[in-house]
């Protein structure tokens, strides 16, 4: 019997979802015979520490896991489960994803004083968000909105709606399911309102590249439909040298493919991704079918490229 040491930050989310990967670990042992029994490792990282400085302002990718890959590199623990959308596009040599399991909901949420959807919101209203994407998003479709920067773990933010006056706060759906807080959600955000983070729903569960013993396991609980649309998504970002501290957004889903003569309708991956400007001024979007996830997510950057991205990029990263 091996113990494999899982490494997990200590917010309620992750320890939340961390608990909840285990868990199905657990099962698929029980499925397959395998003998594997897990235990939690508490980490703490620079982006804890830091939790109420503007993200944007610090900078630097990974700030939530860089302490938790050197704990893996290290052999004081062995996988760690992370939420997609702040994993860094490049993993550290020695250290892979070793699974993509199925993804959550991968939708933005309003939740909102009084039960008030979006469209309803006073003029005015005061919208708590510390995500740059969600802002911009947010001017672009309310321009009379007031953008107010909010910080911390999803249960302070909850709290924050209250105790700051606010009129409403954005969050992603799927935190507040794990959470088991879904009642508090007020709207889902459509994709024309607010596009979703790139991996947004997504869990990615980071191990070392050479833990075979490891690797045969997470690939029984790979998610194939979730794992191609996310590396579409990543791609995108990639290509774009994003990060979640910079306004851009992207989703994909699979869509049948209409010229097959397939009886089943074999699939295909629809990816739209977007930049845009702080103030919201100029939002950017594209969107493309395609097999092959990799060139999808090239492809729509691409696009956007030409149509000034870059300079979009540059000057919010100023
Ligand atoms: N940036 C923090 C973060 N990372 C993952 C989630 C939610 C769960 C997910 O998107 O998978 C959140 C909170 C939020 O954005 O509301």
């Not at 699974?99 to 209203?125: C, F, H, K």
């Not at 998003?137 to 953008?147: E, F, G, H, S, T």
Request: one cysteine or more.
């Amino acid at each position: 019997m091996r113990t494999i040491k899982v490494g997990s930050r200590q917010s309620a989310l992750a320890l939340t979802q961390t608990g909840h990967v285990i868990n199905d670990l657990r099962q698929i042992c029980e499925r397959e015979g395998l003998a594997f029994d897990f235990e939690v490792h508490k980490i703490v990282t620079k982006g804890d520490l830091i939790l109420d400085v503007t993200l944007s302002k610090v900078g630097g990718k990974g700030l939530f896991v860089k302490e938790i890959e050197q704990a893996m590199l290290d052999h004081k623990i062995d996988m760690a489960v992370h939420s997609m959308k702040d994993m860094p596009s490049e993993l550290p040599e020695g250290l892979i994803n070793g699974a993509v399991p199925r993804r959550a909901d991968p939708r933005d949420a309003l939740i909102s004083n009084g039960g008030l959807t979006l469209d309803q919101l006073p003029e005015g209203a005061r919208v708590g968000t510390s995500s740059l994407r969600r802002s911009s998003q947010l001017k672009a479709y309310r321009p009379d909105l007031q953008l107010e920067s909010l910080r911390g773990n999803i249960d302070s933010r909850l709290r924050k709606l209250e105790t700051e006056g606010l009129d409403a706060i954005i969050l992603a759906a799927a935190g507040l399911y794990r959470m088991g807080w879904e009642d508090r959600i007020t709207e889902y955000l459509s994709e024309t309102a607010c596009l979703p983070a790139v991996g947004q729903g997504a869990l990615g569960i980071e191990c070392r590249e050479d833990d075979a013993e490891l690797l045969h396991l997470l690939q029984l609980y790979n998610d194939p439909e979730t794992a191609e649309p996310v590396l579409a998504e990543r791609r995108f970002l990639s290509v774009l040298n994003g990060g979640c501290q910079v306004p851009i957004g992207a989703h994909a889903v699979w869509v049948p493919e209409e010229d097959t003569d397939s009886p089943n309708g074999q699939n295909k991956l629809q990816l739209t991704g977007m930049v845009g400007t702080p103030d919201g001024g100029l939002i950017l979007k594209e969107a493309l079918t395609g097999k092959d996830p990799v060139r999808l997510g090239e492809e729509v950057a691409w696009r956007l490229i030409e149509r000034g991205a870059e300079q979009i990029l540059a000057e919010v990263r100023g």
